[in-house]
């Protein structure tokens, strides 16, 4: 393996020189293999290759990219006020998470109130963005596991599926058997997933401490 897979550039990053493809065949191919050793139950396995994950460069400039130039929130700045929009400040951006991956702080996120529909408002809470490229790159070696894990017909917050897919799961099953249905509504307030201990260590701001990092009104 390239040492600058996992160590990352010895010299300044050009951000406009990187080869993405390389780095998403790299972190693709890792994915790939937490979500086989997952269906093997080989745990020993998982664990290793998500540790690697989260040391790697790919992962890294990969979830940069994606936190800082194609989600839709890329211009809105937690409590910090810090955005990443020209190239050399996503290359600082990268740089800075790589070098933090064991031992960064969650910051509070920032209390916005957005509108609803009838009139009233709900809260939304934005991190940092150093918040949210740690919390990318967390994701790359969780949720090719847990993706391995959850049921078939499990659709909801699952990469690549909708609520179309559910509807479609469930009309495909009615004509099949050709008899009626009946399907459970359930909206619990929340959702706990154990996480192994080695991702609570991988820095010293565990994925937990995030939804307890406190709020600031912005």
């Not at 920032?110 to 949210?132: E, F, S, T, W, Y």
């Amino acid at each position: 393996m390239d040492t600058n897979t996992v160590n990352g550039p010895e010299g300044a990053l050009d951000w406009d020189d990187v080869v993405w493809r390389t780095h998403e065949e790299h972190v693709a191919r890792l994915r790939r293999r937490i979500f086989k050793a997952t269906r093997e139950q080989r745990w020993a396995t998982v664990r290793s290759l998500q540790k690697m994950m989260l040391r790697s460069w790919s992962n890294t400039l990969l979830s940069v990219r994606q936190v800082t130039q194609r989600n839709t929130g890329r211009r809105t700045a937690g409590v910090d006020g810090e955005v990443a929009l020209s190239s050399q400040e996503r290359a600082g951006v990268a740089v800075r998470v790589h070098r933090s991956r064991g031992s960064w702080d969650p910051l509070p996120v920032r209390r916005v109130h957005i509108p609803k529909a009838n009139g009233k408002q709900r809260p939304l809470g934005i991190p940092v963005l150093m918040d949210r490229c740690h919390q990318a790159r967390v994701r790359n070696a969780l949720e090719p596991e847990w993706e391995a894990r959850f049921e078939p017909r499990s659709y909801g917050f699952r990469p690549g599926r909708s609520c179309a897919d559910a509807i479609g799961s469930l009309l495909k099953g009615r004509v099949l058997k050709g008899c009626g249905f009946w399907t459970p509504i359930c909206r619990p307030r929340s959702t706990e997933l154990t996480i192994p201990g080695f991702l609570l260590c991988s820095a010293r701001s565990p994925p937990g401490t995030w939804s307890s990092g406190g709020y600031g009104q912005g």
